[in-house]
């Protein structure tokens, strides 16, 4: 089951692609878990969530996914792992916030709310990542070779 978890090639793709998405990503999990980028912080972020009627363990499951997922991807540390977190809290926010205002983003601010198209392009990264593993220059890689 881990070897299956780590496995992976020296594909400079994947790479290209965790690295990618762990750094767009990592700022939003820092908003929420550590206050930085003009975020409020962990306590700040569980109230606001669990207010709009999400459970707790729910908003605590978002915060490590988003900020240790991403550190995972940059890594390429459990990059199978760390993508469905991340996929799976972009679908979460699809369904419970961004559908009702439709695809697109609100670029020119005359929509309520933003779209999904950048949960979207998130999920879809993240599904490759899952398929493909962490590729060079992961953790993952490394691990393997010890694993079998």
């Not at 975020?39 to 490590?64: D, E, H, K, N, R």
């Not at 792992?81 to 799976?88: D, L, N, V, Y």
Request: aromatic fraction near 10%; proline fraction near 2%; avoid cysteine.
């Amino acid at each position: 089951m881990i070897r299956k978890l780590l496995a992976t090639n020296n594909d400079i793709l994947p790479l290209i692609l965790r690295v990618t998405l762990g750094l767009v990503i990592f700022p939003h999990g820092a908003q929420k878990l550590l206050g930085w980028f003009g975020g409020y912080g962990f306590s700040a972020t569980m109230q606001a969530m669990t207010g709009m009627g999400l459970p707790a363990v729910i908003v605590f499951l978002v915060i490590l996914a988003e900020s240790f997922g991403a550190l995972g991807l940059i890594t390429g540390f459990l990059t199978r792992f760390s993508a469905f977190g991340i996929a799976t809290v972009m679908l979460g926010a699809v369904v419970t916030v961004h559908a009702k205002a439709g695809f697109f983003m609100n670029w020119s601010g005359q929509q309520q709310g933003e779209g999904y198209e950048y949960h979207l392009l998130v999920i879809g990264i993240a599904l490759a990542l899952m398929i493909r593993g962490g590729g060079l220059a992961s953790l993952d890689g490394a691990l393997a070779k010890r694993v079998q």
